[in-house]
Nanobody, 112 residues
Framework: QVQLVESGGGLVQPGASLRLSCAAS????????MMWYRQSPGKERELVAG???????TYADSVKGRFTIARDNARDTVYLQMNSLKFEDTAVYYC??????WGQGTQVTVAS
């Protein structure tokens, strides 16, 4: 079955960087677009970044120029490099494939 395991979150100060990882299994990773979403308390889950099976990327306006999504098909892993983090980036971050399952998420907290 589809499994997605996110990692790499933590508590950082504004301006810091983090790299999130999502290890995927149970499906043909190389054939699936992959996405990162996030959800803050009291807010709906929002799409942060996506990468197609061919490597095309898309970003939410709020993270453009600061976040980079990448994939390693040899490792069935998708990454989210987050630079210049802001308070408003605080959220639980989830990765998602073309299939309906979600991972457990990883908490990112930006605080001074």
């Amino acid at each position: 079955q589809v499994q997605l395991v996110e990692s790499g979150g933590g508590l950082v100060q504004p301006g810091a960087s983090l790299r999130l990882s999502c290890a995927a299994s149970g499906f043909t990773f190389s054939a699936s677009g992959m996405m990162w979403y996030r959800q803050s308390p009291g807010k709906e889950r929002e799409l942060v970044a996506g990468i197609s099976s061919a490597g095309y990327t898309t970003y939410a306006d709020s993270v453009k120029g600061r976040f980079t999504i990448a994939r390693d098909n040899a490792r069935d892993t998708v990454y989210l490099q987050m630079n210049s983090l802001k308070f408003e980036d605080t959220a639980v971050y989830y990765c998602k494939s073309r299939w309906p399952q979600w991972g457990q998420g990883t908490q990112v907290t930006v605080a001074s």
